[in-house]
C-alpha cells in the first residue's frame, strides 16, 4: 500500500516540478517504531506489539513535533501507518499546521475486549513510549483515531501524568489531543472531521456554482465520522452554516444499511441507531436495507467513504454513479481508481483536505494546554471560537486547491497533492540550507 502511494506522489511530483530529493524524504519514514507489551487480555498476560510510522517534519523536530492518530484495528500493519502517517504529512502542510506527520497502532479489535482490558494496554503502551522519549509535545503527540476516542487518550494523559515527577514535562495536557473537554480537552473536537468536511464541501460547491439545495449524500461508515456528518445534517447549525440542505439518502455501518432515495429521515434514524447499535429491524416503510458494497454504487450526488480505507478501488470504480465522491476515510479511493473516476467525469475531493477537520482542531487543543487550562464557563465561548476558525482554515484550503485546479486543469486531487509536496519541498529547503 505504501509502495503504491510513492508511486502516485511521484506522478504529482513531477507535474508540480518537486525534486527528487524531496519524495526520497517522503518515500522512507524518519523513524519506524515497534515495541513488544504484555498487557493482560480477558486475565492472561499476552504480548502484542505497537507499531508507529514518524514519517516526515519539514519543520525542526523538538519545536514543532509530529502529529498522528493512534489506531486500534485487527487490520492495523506497518504498511497502512506508513502510508497513513504520509497523508498526515501532507495534511499539515496543506492545512497550514506545525507538524510532521505519524500514526501508531495495535492490532487488536477493540469491540472484542473490556475497558479494563484496553485500559491495561493504552496504559503499559504509553509507560514503554515514555521510556522510549517517543510520546513529548514536541516530538509525538497522537490523537483518536478508529478504535480509539476521548478515553483512551484521557486514560494516556492520567498515566503521564503520573509519571511525570520522572519525565518532567512542562506541559503535561499538550501530551495527547482528543481528550474530554472536561480533562483540558477542545470543545468542538468529538465532531471536528465531520465539521471540517461539510464546511470544505459547502465552500467547494460555492466556488463551483453547484447549488447544494437538495443534493442527496450516501455515507460509507457510521463511526464517529460518519455518524457526525448525519448528525450535523440533521441539527440546525450555527455561525450562519446550515447544513440541512443537504438530504441524506443513505447510511451503512459493516453489517448493512438503509438507503431511501427521498432522503432518510435522519433523526429517527440516529435515535434507532443510538438505541440498538444497528440499522437492522428499521420500519421497511421508511427506507430499504442495502449492504456496504452496494451503498458505493447508489443514483446519489455525493459519495461519502468514510469506513475504512480502499473502499473504491479499480474494480468498482467505474460503477460509482455519484457525480462526487468526498473522502472522509483515508486511502478511501485508491490510487488506481482515481484515473477512472477522472475518465468518467467524477470528482474527488480528498481526504488530504476534506478529512484535515479533526487535525486542525487537535492543534487548537495542542496550543492552548502549552500555555493554559480552561474553566467550564469558557466552553460556549470556547466553541464558537473552534467553529469560527475551523471554517477560515477549512474554507482557505478548498479556495487554494480549487484555483489551482482551475489555472492548470488539474483534478482537485492533483492540485491538492501538488500544493502539499510543493510546501513541504519549500520547508525542506529552509530547514537544509
Not at 455525493?302 to 472522509?328: K, W
Not at 478548498?398 to 492540485?415: D, E, F, P
Request: with cysteine.
Amino acid at each position: 500500500m505504501f509502495r503504491e502511494k510513492i508511486c502516485e506522489l511521484a506522478d504529482y511530483a513531477r507535474l508540480g516540478g518537486v525534486s527528487d530529493e524531496t519524495m526520497e524524504e517522503l518515500a522512507n519514514p524518519k523513524k519506524r517504531y515497534e515495541v513488544k507489551i504484555r498487557p493482560r487480555l480477558a486475565g492472561k498476560q499476552t504480548s502484542i506489539y505497537v507499531w508507529g510510522s514518524l514519517n516526515c517534519n519539514p519543520h525542526s523536530t523538538g519545536a514543532r513535533p509530529y502529529k498522528g492518530g493512534i489506531r486500534f484495528h485487527p487490520a492495523v500493519t506497518p504498511d497502512i501507518l506508513d502510508t497513513l502517517g504520509l497523508d498526515m504529512t501532507e495534511k499539515c502542510e496543506i492545512a497550514g499546521l506545525p507538524f510532521g506527520g505519524a500514526k501508531f497502532g495495535v492490532a487488536i479489535d477493540p469491540t472484542k475486549h473490556s475497558k479494563v482490558d484496553l485500559r491495561d494496554l493504552t496504559e503499559k503502551a504509553t509507560e514503554q513510549m515514555l521510556r522510549d522519549r517517543i510520546l513529548d509535545p514536541d516530538f509525538y503527540v497522537p490523537g483518536p483515531d478508529m478504535g480509539t476516542n476521548s478515553e483512551i487518550m484521557f486514560w494516556m494523559y492520567n498515566k503521564v501524568a503520573e509519571w511525570n515527577s520522572l519525565a518532567k514535562l512542562p506541559n503535561v495536557a499538550a501530551i495527547v489531543t482528543g481528550k474530554p473537554v472536561e480533562c483540558d480537552g477542545c470543545p468542538g473536537r468529538e465532531d471536528a472531521t465531520s465539521r471540517g468536511l461539510l464546511m470544505l464541501l459547502t465552500e467547494y460547491f460555492r466556488l463551483a456554482k453547484i447549488p447544494k439545495a437538495g443534493s442527496t449524500l450516501a455515507i460509507q461508515g457510521f463511526g464517529n465520522v460518519g455518524m457526525n456528518i448525519a448528525k450535523l445534517i440533521a441539527e440546525a447549525d450555527d455561525l450562519g452554516s446550515s447544513y440541512s440542505q443537504y438530504k441524506v439518502a443513505a447510511v451503512c455501518d459493516i453489517a448493512g444499511g438503509l438507503y431511501n432515495p427521498q432522503g432518510l429521515d435522519i433523526s429517527n434514524v440516529l435515535r434507532h441507531y443510538g438505541e440498538r447499535k444497528t440499522f437492522a429491524d428499521y420500519p421497511n416503510d421508511k427506507a430499504d436495507t442495502i449492504t456496504p458494497g452496494e451503498l458505493l454504487f447508489l443514483p446519489v450526488d455525493i459519495l461519502i467513504p468514510a469506513a475504512l480505507e480502499n473502499q473504491v478501488t479499480e474494480d468498482n470504480a467505474g460503477r460509482i454513479s455519484a457525480s462526487h465522491i468526498c473522502e472522509a476515510a483515508n486511502e478511501a479511493v485508491t490510487p488506481t481508481a482515481q484515473p477512472i473516476l477522472h475518465e468518467n467525469g467524477k470528482i474527488v475531493i480528498p481526504g488530504i483536505i476534506a478529512n484535515v477537520g479533526g487535525v486542525t482542531v487537535s492543534y487548537f487543543e495542542w496550543r492552548r494546554n502549552r500555555g493554559e487550562r480552561r474553566h467550564a464557563v469558557d466552553y460556549s465561548e470556547d466553541l464558537t471560537w473552534v467553529k469560527t476558525e475551523l471554517g477560515k482554515i477549512m474554507t482557505t484550503m478548498i479556495n487554494r486547491v480549487y484555483l489551482k485546479s482551475k489555472q492548470t486543469g488539474w483534478s482537485l486531487t492533483a492540485a491538492a497533492h501538488v500544493l502539499a509536496l510543493q510546501g513541504i519541498e519549500q520547508k525542506l529547503k529552509m530547514k537544509h540550507q
